[in-house]
């Protein structure tokens, strides 16, 4: 009897002890996590309000005008709010000064270069509307901005927009909003008129 209890503690022991070792806690922290984003239908409304030239933005855009400079009447904010994006419109005619306004742009968007991986531009020449300019794709995990644009007609109108998302930048992970936004900027340049 004592051989047969003896057994049974030994064995239930060594149940514990198993047990024991097979609840070792490692805890492993999971990375960040973000939400599914629902990106809208694409559809297109004209706008026709600025005084110099006209464009098609996304219906689930709001236009806004630049309340930081309202001395500017041709600038405007083209506002992404399931997004969580602007895109920022300046206007300047053009009077001999094209050359500072093209370098002031290109300036602008080198200025990321410290966050950058790399920054890509892409010549726009549309001959038969008048519009010739450059494209800046600003790639990087930091970047603020990660497309901005030029347009001019080299003579008298000159339209520079940059593309910024009120988020901490971490453009690995919105990358296909920027992907998604960025078909929408190219059909602003595409539609875009001077007056």
């Known amino acids: 009897m004592k051989l047969k209890t003896l057994f049974l503690f030994l064995l239930s022991f060594l149940v514990f002890v198993i047990i024991l070792a097979g609840c070792e806690q490692s805890y492993t ?5 973000y939400f599914r984003i629902d ?19 996304p219906s689930y855009a709001k236009i806004t005008s630049d309340v930081y400079s309202p001395h500017e ?3 405007y904010n083209v506002e992404f709010p399931a997004l969580k994006a602007v895109l920022h419109i300046s206007f300047k005619k053009v009077n001999d ?3 500072l306004y093209v370098e002031d742009a290109r300036t602008m968007a080198f200025k990321h270069l410290s966050k950058a991986n790399a920054i ?8 038969e509307k008048n ?9 990087g995990k930091g970047v603020a901005s990660p497309i901005q644009f030029y347009v001019t007609d080299s003579s008298q109108n000159f339209l520079r927009a940059a593309l910024y998302f009120n ?5 690995d992970s ?12 190219l059909h602003f340049i595409e539609t875009l008129e001077w007056k």
């Open 29 to 33: 922290p999971k990375p960040r996590g």
């Open 39 to 57: 990106l809208p239908q694409k559809s297109y409304i004209r706008f026709d309000e600025a005084t110099a030239y006209s464009f098609e933005y």
């Open 73 to 75: 009447k041709d600038w």
């Open 97 to 99: 000064d094209l050359n």
């Open 120 to 127: 890509t531009d892409s010549i726009i020449d549309i001959p």
């Open 131 to 139: 519009i010739f300019g450059a494209v800046y794709q600003i790639q």
């Open 167 to 171: 988020i901490r930048p971490n453009n």
């Open 174 to 185: 919105i990358a296909p909003v920027i992907q998604f936004v960025k078909a929408d900027l």
